[in-house]
């Protein structure tokens, strides 16, 4: 990408020292037009306005789905990916990829949870919290201090998480002594407490990322980790931040998934690692890091929530809508793709 | 002539006339014109040089003249045969080889299967014996007899990667060989192989296009000169009629003024920069210097001299770095980037692209990048102090403000230096500043941008600490000129330094010449 090459194909204009200038005269009345230009053929939004239009057409043919109702189900149904996929926004931001030992963090998590239930709740969620952000941003120590690869790590994680709770719990299901927590299964104006705090997550995330020194270290850690380094940023400790927020959300999850099944199994985590990284991924997070946010990983949760529903609806199968959800995330990784690839050109 | 396709060129043309004509070559991007009615020929045998600044339109040439990028208008005769190059391919098969400013070799692969790479004239089915001795032959006609063709490229450094790419190109026996920036990375001794290797393929009656920015380098080598600005051509001179200045005046349309040395060093002990006993194992060999605040340091040295692991080190980036070093009174503790740079010391790579910029970003987060920090004192920015920040040092390196939303990528290279250099510029808590090749691949009058950058930061009090392997630049902004050779400091000028003791330091043993 050096100079010569591709000054013309990109300003058309030669846009250099002396000639720096006259450059400047000739580009700058065509900026507005030629950014507007580049969002309409940004592969991005053109695959997410075409699954929109599609859901809302669809929709508008199916009885119910345009309906108060339904688009109460859609949001509690995408709160509990959504929140965790939060947290996993930020680390693939921050150029850690995914981590796959999400599931059996919710579920250790829940199992903590409900097994210090007596101690009362307050109690029980720092309890919960503050193991979920341990061993979480253990790993994300590894991976920022070490430069261990996320997947390696996460998935050894996982298996030594979910060893360790086999271990402890003796393999059975925990219950808890005392149930004070029916609380968390409030639905205040129709919706489930778990969307509330969603939205909460969504918001403070984005404007971490947007406004503190660490989230925006994070992007740039993400886009170029040599640079990061070279230039003395702290990649090191801002990976681990990152981990530890990832594992915060992380134990949310599973705090509420402990409230909602009353009692933990090794199994309640089941499919979320997986369901937390297609939510990002549609949302148009760049899985190598460096772009994405969190309100489009919120977008991406109720997307994926509102074709799973539709499908529903129209009475497709679970498979049918699984393997809908995959051509939906395959879709959106190869829009980022073509995007970042035609950046770089 | 080797080739066999050459066999119409006696008819239009004669042996002994051109053997490249360019004539009236256009082209525009998006309606704005990049190369406008370009005309020259280069003779059978002929090295011609093309220079301008970035921007002027010799990549535009080199990519239609070899079959990268189709011409809007105008004609290219090869050898008495109007050509349509239509890609690459067809380019190589007519004759033409390219050698590419950037790297296209494959580290993977060893040294024997690089040259063979690309190239469509060879056979299906290689004979293995031959190839290995045609490769001995080729290297060290290149001064590379150390290397084995069965070496993983891997092994090698990175001039004797770029030594590889241009062996390949001229052992494809072709009528043309272009060379785009072909010695921007290497070191002088390296780069007089180069030049002895293009002479022998010029002298067997190849012609040879020269790309250069640098213009001593271009006087050295070619028999004439084409000069673009602006995307038309300004003038052919024939070499023995140039000067460096006639040719810098020919580029820029005026001559860039010199700076002037005329600075009092800030010699305060408590402002300088120690370093004692500086050693990196295989790169460094016990370097010590005190650097005062307001002055230039220059490190003189070619590759693997350890005038480039002088500053890496400093900047954390050798871990296994040993020795002293205090910046200010205090310590630095140069094992990590983030305690050289918490001491205050900050690091411009000689490697923009990937330990650089943020490619992707805009311009703004670039020039901001290492000052989030300072702009956010609670670790919460404030958009307005950002973007204020942003457009004064985007004023201050000469960026248009405009363009501060623009991804870096789309600066060329020259800005994107800047922004870059600029990226550490008028910060509170950096007392030292190290670049590496400070003005690599960048034009002349983005060099000249540069080096007053240098220079006021060093007025403005800071410890400047530079390492090139060019002449040129040395001599121009070094107050201090420390020349290395073999991980070792050989001597330090203060004041009537002259090149060619500079040359001696960095070059002796090494150039037989």
Redesign the interface.
Same mark, same amino acid.
């Given at each position: 990408m050096t100079a010569p090459n591709n000054d013309h194909s990109r300003d058309g204009a030669a846009a250099t020292g002396l000639a720096e200038q006259q450059a400047n005269a000739e580009t700058a009345p065509q900026m507005p037009g030629r950014f507007l230009a580049r969002r309409c053929t940004d592969p991005l939004n053109v695959v997410i306005v075409l699954v929109v239009l599609a859901v809302i057409v669809t929709g508008v043919l199916t009885t119910r789905f345009f309906s108060v109702a339904n688009a109460r189900a859609i949001l509690s149904s995408s709160a509990w990916v959504g929140i965790t996929a939060i947290g996993a926004t930020i680390v693939m931001i921050a150029g850690s990829a995914v981590s796959l030992a999400v599931s059996e963090t919710a579920t250790v998590v829940a199992m903590i949870f409900l097994a210090t239930q007596q101690f009362g709740l307050a109690t029980a969620i720092v309890l919960a919290l503050l193991a979920g952000v341990a061993v979480t941003a253990l790993q994300g120590a590894v991976i920022g201090f070490w430069t261990a690869n996320p997947i390696v790590l996460t998935i050894a994680a996982g298996f030594a998480i979910s060893g360790v709770a086999t271990w402890i719990s003796g393999g059975t299901t925990v219950y808890p002594q005392v149930t004070r927590f029916n609380g968390l299964n409030d639905t205040p104006l129709g919706l489930p407490l778990a969307v509330y705090v969603l939205l909460v997550l969504t918001a403070a995330a984005q404007w971490f990322l947007r406004r503190t020194t660490a989230g925006r270290h994070m992007y740039l850690i993400g886009e170029n980790p040599r640079a990061a380094r070279a230039a003395g940023l702290p990649v090191a400790q801002v990976t681990v931040i990152a981990w530890a927020t990832f594992g915060f959300c992380i134990a949310i999850t599973g705090v509420f998934l402990a409230a909602f099944n009353t009692s933990a199994n090794s199994a309640l985590g089941g499919t979320l690692s997986l369901d937390v990284i297609a939510a990002v991924l549609a949302g148009g997070t760049a899985i190598g890091g460096g772009r994405g946010s969190a309100l489009r990983t919120l977008g991406g949760a109720v997307l994926i929530s509102a074709i799973s529903d539709l499908l529903l609806l129209r009475g497709f199968s679970t498979g049918i809508q699984l393997l809908v959800k995959g051509i939906l995330v395959a879709f959106v990784v190869i829009a980022v793709h073509v995007r970042s690839t035609r950046g770089r050109q | 002539m080797t080739d066999a396709t050459g066999a119409t060129s006696a008819m239009a043309s004669g042996p002994a006339g051109p053997q490249v004509v360019v004539e009236g070559l256009n082209r525009? +991007? #998006?309606?704005?014109p990049?190369v406008r009615d370009v005309s020259f020929t280069v003779g059978t045998g002929e090295i011609h040089g093309i220079c301008g600044? &970035?921007? @002027? =339109?010799?990549?535009?040439v080199v990519?239609m003249l070899s079959g990268q990028l189709p011409p809007d208008s105008g004609r290219i005769v090869i050898g008495g045969r109007t050509v349509v190059l239509g890609s690459p391919q067809v380019a190589q098969r007519l004759g033409v080889a390219l050698v590419d $400013?950037?790297l296209s070799v494959v580290p993977e692969l060893t040294v024997l299967d690089n040259l063979l790479l690309g190239d469509v004239c060879a056979p299906l089915f290689n004979r293995r014996r031959a190839a290995v001795a045609r490769c001995r032959q080729v290297l060290s006609d290149m001064g590379l007899d150390r290397i084995r063709p069965q070496q993983p490229l891997s092994e090698l450094s990175l001039g004797e990667r770029q030594l590889v790419e241009v062996a390949r190109a001229l052992s494809q026996n072709a009528r043309l060989v272009i060379l785009d920036e072909p010695t921007a990375t290497l070191s002088d001794a390296e780069t007089g192989h180069v030049f002895a290797a293009i002479r022998r393929v010029a002298a067997r009656g190849c012609s040879v296009i020269f790309v250069s920015h640098r213009l001593s380098e271009v006087l050295e080598l070619c028999d004439a000169v084409t000069v673009l600005r602006?995307?038309r051509k300004i003038a052919t001179t024939p070499v023995g009629e140039l000067t460096v200045s006639d040719l810098i005046v020919q580029m820029? #349309?005026e001559a860039p003024h010199r700076l002037t040395a005329a600075r009092v060093p800030d010699n305060r002990p408590g402002h300088s920069l120690r370093i004692e006993g500086l050693h990196v194992p295989g790169r460094l060999t016990d370097f010590s210097l005190t650097a005062e605040a307001g002055r230039v340091y220059a490190l003189a040295g070619q590759l693997g001299s350890g005038a480039s692991d002088v500053l890496r080190a400093l900047?954390?980036?050798h871990p296994r770095a040993t020795g002293r070093v205090e910046l200010r009174m205090r310590a630095v503790p140069f094992r990590s %980037?983030?305690g050289?740079?918490?001491a205050g010391?900050?690091?411009v790579?000689n490697d923009r692209?990937?330990?650089?910029? +943020?490619?992707?970003?805009p311009v703004a987060?670039n020039l901001l @990048?290492?000052r989030? %920090?300072a702009l956010?004192p609670a670790?919460?920015?404030r %958009?307005r102090r950002e973007q204020q920040a942003a457009r004064s040092l985007a004023q201050l390196v000469?960026i248009?403000e405009?363009r501060l939303r623009e %991804?870096a990528?789309?600066?060329? *290279? *020259? &800005? $994107?230096q800047k922004v870059f250099v600029g990226?550490s510029l008028c910060r509170d808590d950096v007392y030292a500043l190290l670049l590496d090749e400070p003005t690599r691949?960048v034009?002349? =009058? *983005?060099r000249a @941008?540069i080096h007053q950058l240098l220079r006021a930061a060093a007025d403005a009090g800071l410890i400047v600490l530079f390492a090139s392997t060019e002449l040129e630049e040395l001599l121009e902004l070094g107050d201090v000129i420390i020349t290395m050779r073999e991980t070792r400091m050989i001597a330090r000028y203060e004041g009537g330094i002259d090149g060619a003791a500079l040359m001696r330091d960095m070059t002796q043993g090494e150039r037989a010449a």
């Open positions: - | 525009s +991007f #998006g309606g704005v990049a600044h &970035n921007g @002027a =339109g010799k990549s535009t990519k $400013q950037e602006d995307g820029l #349309g900047a954390g980036l %980037p983030v050289a740079a918490r010391v900050a690091f790579s692209k990937s330990e650089g910029l +943020f490619l992707d970003k987060a @990048a290492t989030l %920090p956010a670790g919460v920015l %958009p000469g248009a405009h %991804p990528a789309a600066l060329s *290279g *020259g &800005n $994107q990226r691949g034009d002349i =009058g *983005g @941008a």
